[in-house]
């Protein structure tokens, strides 16, 4: 966070907006409605919130021309306040500076390059032939493995593994735990036993790319596993092989996206969404949550399947009944086959 906060004037000039209140008023922390103080940022995003905005003792409020009128405090007028807040959050709430250097306990191969400006973290491998690019933050416990590339300002949190021929591309985000590279689940049938094909791609994430925790991106069996720029990926989500993701995708958590599916531009993918492989998705395509898709989905849209839930006396009795589905469709088709033989004899009798 900033030492001192920030002026309303200085705020709003930095995020282009218009303001009303007092230009002096500073603020440095940031907290919703009901619990925000005077020295705190606020926004109004969602207006079944609106009724707050009378009540709340924050320090500046980001909001629309339309709710402008009902804040009695200070106000900066957005038209997408949601996206103005996180640009203010941004400014109060910097990344830290990246300090070069190595920790004393991380091992870096003499054949390693690394530039003066980027910082390896304590316990942190970096394997023969790769090359850290200037102000990338290695975070304790990572494993880089060898020809890893990662370009400038790219942040690698904490016991990240970035398996060998990664490349990462430039002010990439990676939390704990995330795998890039893993050999992908490729294998051949001899008989009873399973054979595994080497995989010899590689994966590559583009500009601007967050991978969650615990995600992981397995690497190309023949060409490469690509994430496109500005893609992001939650917690927990499995990327198969040679899958490729367009640019400024993203996938929200327990997602897992089977081998070579080629996936558009701006796209959003809820959680819990199972994609089968050798699939191609559209730009603009939207599944929401729990979606399973088994077939190709190109035209832009929102896509929906899955089950909501209900009352488990009402979902045992639908089980039930879908156990008999096939054989009611069955007697529909005989009915449907002896009303049509009564209406031609109907007819024939007319005549």
């Known amino acids: 966070m900033t030492a001192d906060g920030i002026l309303l004037e200085e705020l709003a000039g930095r995020l282009g907006e218009p303001y009303r209140g007092d230009p002096r008023r500073r603020v440095s922390r940031v907290a919703d409605l009901v619990n925000a103080g005077p020295d705190c940022l606020s926004f109004l995003g969602d207006r079944k919130y609106r009724r707050h905005l009378a009540d709340t003792r924050a320090g500046v409020v980001i909001l629309t021309e339309a709710d402008a009128d009902a804040a009695a405090v200070p106000v900066v007028i957005s038209r997408n306040p949601y996206l103005s807040f996180a640009r203010a959050a941004q400014f109060l709430f910097p990344e830290p500076q990246v300090r070069g250097g190595v920790h004393p306990s991380a091992v870096v191969d003499a054949a390693a390059r690394i530039d003066a400006s980027a910082w390896i973290g304590p316990t942190s491998v970096i394997e023969a032939g790769a090359w850290i690019g200037p102000r990338v933050f290695i975070g304790p416990g990572c494993i880089i493995g060898e020809g890893v590339e990662i370009d400038a300002d790219s942040r690698l949190?904490?016991?990240?593994?970035?398996?060998?021929?990664?490349?990462?591309?430039?002010?990439?985000?990676?939390?704990?735990?995330?795998?890039?590279?893993?050999?992908?689940?490729?294998?051949?049938?001899?008989?009873?036993?399973?054979?595994?094909?080497?995989?010899?791609?590689?994966?590559?994430?583009?500009?601007?790319?967050?991978?969650?925790?615990?995600?992981?991106?397995?690497?190309?069996?023949?060409?490469?596993?690509?994430?496109?720029?500005?893609?992001?990926?939650?917690?927990?989500?499995?990327?198969?092989?040679?899958?490729?993701?367009?640019?400024?995708?993203?996938?929200?958590?327990?997602?897992?996206?089977?081998?070579?599916?080629?996936?558009?531009?701006?796209?959003?993918?809820?959680?819990?969404?199972?994609?089968?492989?050798?699939?191609?998705?559209?730009?603009?395509?939207?599944?929401?949550?729990?979606?399973?898709?088994?077939?190709?989905?190109?035209?832009?849209?929102?896509?929906?399947?899955?089950?909501?839930?209900?009352?488990?006396?009402e979902w045992r009795r639908n089980v039930a009944r879908f156990r008999h589905l096939d054989e009611l469709s069955r007697r529909l088709k005989q009915l449907e086959a002896r009303v049509a033989l009564l209406s031609a004899a109907l007819g024939q009798e007319e005549d």
């Open 157 to 313: 949190v904490a016991r990240v593994t970035l398996c060998h021929g990664t490349r990462v591309g430039k002010r990439a985000l990676l939390h704990p735990g995330a795998v890039i590279g893993r050999a992908g689940f490729g294998f051949a049938k001899d008989g009873e036993r399973w054979v595994r094909i080497p995989q010899i791609g590689r994966a590559v994430l583009g500009d601007d790319v967050e991978i969650g925790a615990n995600t992981t991106v397995d690497r190309g069996a023949i060409g490469d596993t690509r994430i496109g720029d500005g893609v992001k990926l939650d917690n927990h989500i499995q990327i198969g092989h040679n899958v490729q993701v367009g640019e400024h995708t993203a996938m929200a958590a327990m997602t897992g996206i089977s081998g070579s599916t080629l996936i558009g531009r701006n796209c959003t993918i809820a959680g819990a969404v199972g994609m089968a492989g050798h699939l191609v998705i559209g730009d603009q395509v939207h599944f929401s949550g729990q979606a399973m898709v088994t077939r190709s989905f190109p035209d832009a849209g929102s896509y929906s399947s899955g089950i909501p839930a209900m009352p488990s006396a």
